[in-house]
């Protein structure tokens, strides 16, 4: 069972929080909970406090929870429904899902299963243990070497970014700040933060450096992840003398697998250190440890590392094989290329739409960019920009001429897209796939 559970051991230091209500809350969750041991339970809350009073209430009794985005639509909830029968839920579940209770693949206790989506948008739940997330949170704590965490989250809790931050701060006695992210853009609040983590994704990041750059500022160290962050965007972080370490994790790893320290990044390092405890390989064809600077697939395992996608298990080898791409360099630090899936063969060469994506985005000529490859009877795959411009302007020109400098033919886009939004998830997070799908039936039109 986790450490000091029914005693909330950090709850004195859980800064904005109400420890009356969330006890009360706590009790009530305790009572509605059903009998049978090791029961699946659905967590759908919205507010922190329920939020934390469910997840606590079920782990300690031994349970195991799905945690839900009570923003989901139709689509998402029918995944959901698809793939797990809890026995109880609690929060903000559609109508629809109401006949859903029934009978359930055996979990065993303190199992935490958590969505992810990935960029196909399918919903996937990454089955975790209490053990294997707690191991996350030693390998998180091993590398910083700092006791206790606190943790400035912003982001929501049944996402493991979210997750995390409470688990850190929660097992290291450190302070935890909840606060929502709309707010903070309108009012960040006053404090001295010189000795805390704040986890951010890109689009966050972009934001706050153009309306509160000052309050970024002071933190010790602010987390970057969930997606690739474009040049400019770190230069940025970098000339204002940001404490930015940029991360590289999933959920799948209990969180961060490998990040830079801000000191490195102030000097323009690039390459990511892995943490403690956990094993990381490229896999190339013909070899299973490519020489530095070899691009191979990232295969990792280690303590905190998952079970598997519910209810598919991993298996004997307990191995993650991602679809990222990456090197790594000759002092041995990791290198994110992109997606393998992702990848676009054009005419016979391969491009990397990460890397297109980051020279059209360091232009500051557009609020957002993505790149594809769409079929083509000549190319076989061609290259496409979708870009959506500040108001009022029409960058396509500057855009052109900055990619021709920059990239070499077969990597410039042959179609250009404008469009008044990706469509970003609150993490930043894009569907390609179904963007894809929206740029082929609009160029079938054209």
């Given amino acids: 069972m986790f450490p000091h559970f029914n005693g909330w051991l950090a709850l004195g230091n859980l800064r904005g929080f109400n420890r009356e209500l969330f006890e009360a809350y706590l009790a009530d969750y ?19 406090h329920l939020f934390l009073a469910a997840f606590v209430a079920v782990l300690s009794a031994e349970g195991s929870v799905v ?27 559609p109508e629809s899902c109401f006949p859903w209770l029934g009978p359930q693949f055996e979990l065993g206790p303190e199992r935490i299963l958590i969505p992810t989506g990935g960029s196909s948008g399918q ?45 850190r701060a929660w097992l290291s006695d450190g302070a935890l700040r909840l606060y929502s992210y709309p707010e903070l853009k309108e009012n960040p609040p006053q404090g001295d933060y010189r000795d805390w983590f704040l986890s951010l994704v890109p689009t966050q990041l972009q934001f706050l450096l153009r309306r509160h750059p000052q309050w970024l500022a002071q933190f010790k160290t602010i987390l970057l992840g969930g997606g690739p962050a474009w040049p400019s965007l770190l230069t940025q972080a970098r000339e204002l003398r940001l404490n930015l370490a ?62 598997g996608y519910y ?58 960019a993505a790149v594809l490859g769409l079929p083509d009877p000549h190319w076989g795959e061609k290259v496409v920009a979708v870009y959506v411009p500040y108001p009022g302007t029409d960058p396509l020109a500057a855009l052109k001429a900055s990619i021709k400098q920059n990239l070499a033919p077969y990597k410039r886009p042959k179609e250009w897209i404008a469009m008044d939004s990706l469509g970003r998830s609150a993490l930043g997070k894009l569907n390609y796939e179904k963007l894809k799908q929206t740029l082929e039936t609009r160029l079938e039109g054209v």
């Fill in 30 to 48: 305790r009572r509605r909970l059903p009998p049978q041991a090791g029961s699946l339970v659905l967590i759908a809350e919205t507010d922190p």
């Fill in 67 to 93: 945690l839900a985005n009570p923003q989901w639509g139709e689509g998402e909830w029918a995944d959901l429904r698809r793939l797990i029968r809890p026995r109880r839920w609690f929060g903000a579940v």
């Fill in 246 to 307: 940029p991360t590289y994790g999933m959920t799948e790893t209990g969180g961060t697998v490998a990040a830079i320290r801000p000191e490195a990044f102030l000097t323009g390092t690039q390459g990511a250190e892995i943490l403690p405890h956990l094993w990381v390989n490229l896999r190339q064809e013909n070899q299973d440890w490519p020489s530095p600077g070899e691009i191979g697939v990232v295969e990792i395992s280690g303590p905190s590392l998952f079970q």
């Fill in 123 to 167: 919903i996937k739940l990454a089955l975790h243990t209490l053990e294997s997330l707690l191991a996350a949170v030693d390998e998180f704590r091993a590398f910083w070497g700092d006791d206790p965490l606190p943790n400035f989250c912003v982001l929501p809790l049944y996402h493991i970014g979210g997750l995390m931050q409470v688990l």
């Fill in 311 to 368: 209810p598919h298990l991993l298996g004997a080898q307990n191995r993650k094989i991602t679809d990222d791409l990456g090197y790594f360099d000759e002092e041995n630090k990791l290198h994110i290329l992109g997606r393998r899936g992702r990848c676009i063969i054009t005419g016979g060469e391969k491009v990397y739409p990460q890397q297109v994506e980051a020279v059209i985005l360091q232009t500051g000529w557009v609020e957002d």
